[in-house]
């Protein structure tokens, strides 16, 4: 079971990013930060929903500053 959401991750990941082609780069660092963030949320809280969006919305403001060209 856990080998198959590891992989619907993956894909998900592969096509999600490829819809990525015309965004700007703080666009690109505000969904990778977002991705992450999800990610750890979700580690963090074991699987808590509230954890995952917690830490996908902190993530995302993260790389939204983060991307910001001086």
């Known amino acids: 079971m856990n080998r198959t959401r590891i992989s619907m991750a993956a894909i998900l990941l592969v096509l999600g990013t490829a819809g990525c082609a ?5 666009e690109k660092s505000t969904v990778a930060g977002a991705a992450i963030g999800g990610v750890a ?13 917690g830490g996908a919305v902190v993530g995302g403001v993260i790389g939204h500053e983060v991307g910001r060209r001086p």
């Open 41 to 53: 949320g979700s580690a963090l809280s074991n699987g808590s929903a509230v954890g995952t969006v």
């Open 22 to 26: 015309g965004m700007t780069h703080q």
